[in-house]
């Protein structure tokens, strides 16, 4: 009868060891598509034993499944939409990760210089030109309509030349390329595409586009079995000098994706 006790409280102990090696962190669709979550998480994997599960969703899909109390990390890309997160109680702690930035995406028969992205988008209202929308509020939807409204424009939701997908980056980006229409993608995704031959960058390289990735800490407040103690030890390594090295010189096509600005 003792033996089998003792065999109980063994399974026991190492099913709940187990557990405790796994951590899962919702991020956005473009850490995932350009492999750099993959690569990096393989390389805590490895230092510290501890598996890493990765959902890849929209930033405000993230952050929902956060709230739900359903992961121990958020790795998004709208600031704005963070500090609301942290400032309810949902986050523990949040850092400033990396960067990279917005790119506005259209068909390669626009010669047009670009000279404020606000004249762009005014111009594609104006004329009615195609334009792909996410619309899944993700990330790059939040920072569509954020571009909307600095042009002054009421974002057009029932118009023809509007099209609201509601995809994750890569897809709306095909759909744009099948098209020919205009689109705003994170230049890191569009660097990683492949089927772009009708597409090219119309607008780059402007303040607004600035894109600013941020790592967060999940409260255990709705959910007491969060692994924030292996959590933790993520969110230090991935601010350390060694996951700088590796987000710095993470490259898809021979052009690095993201930039480290953890300070």
Request: proline share 2%; charged share 25%.
């Amino acid at each position: 009868m003792i033996r089998v006790f003792l065999i109980f409280i063994l399974i026991f102990l190492i099913k709940n060891a187990f557990a405790n090696k796994y951590i899962t962190i919702a991020s956005t669709t473009s850490t995932h598509d350009t492999g750099l979550l993959e690569y990096i998480n393989k390389k805590f994997e490895n230092k510290y034993e501890t598996k890493v599960r990765a959902l890849s969703l929209g930033t405000g899909q993230a952050i929902k499944v956060a709230m739900d109390g359903n992961v121990e990390i958020l790795l998004v890309h709208h600031k704005k939409s963070e500090l609301e997160f942290m400032n309810k109680g949902y986050g523990i702690l949040r850092h400033d990760l990396m960067y990279n930035d917005f790119v506005l995406i259209g068909p390669k028969k626009d010669k047009k210089t670009c000279s404020s992205i606000e004249n762009k988008m005014i111009e594609i209202k104006k004329s009615k030109l195609l334009f792909v929308s996410r619309g899944d509020e993700s990330g790059t939807h939040k920072k569509e309509k954020e571009l909307w409204e600095l042009s002054n424009i009421k974002i057009p939701f029932k118009e023809n030349w509007y099209l609201s997908v509601g995809q994750g980056m890569g897809s709306t980006l095909l759909i744009a390329n099948q098209k020919k229409a205009y689109t705003l993608s994170d230049r890191s995704t569009w660097i990683a595409f492949n089927k772009k031959e009708n597409l090219q960058i119309v607008c780059e390289n402007l303040p607004p586009l600035f894109n600013q990735y941020g790592i967060i800490l999940v409260s255990n407040k709705t959910n007491n079995n969060l692994n924030i103690e292996e959590a933790k030890k993520y969110i230090d390594w991935i601010t350390s000098e060694e996951a700088k090295r590796l987000i710095n010189n993470y490259r898809v096509n021979g052009k690095q994706l993201f930039f480290f600005n953890h300070n």
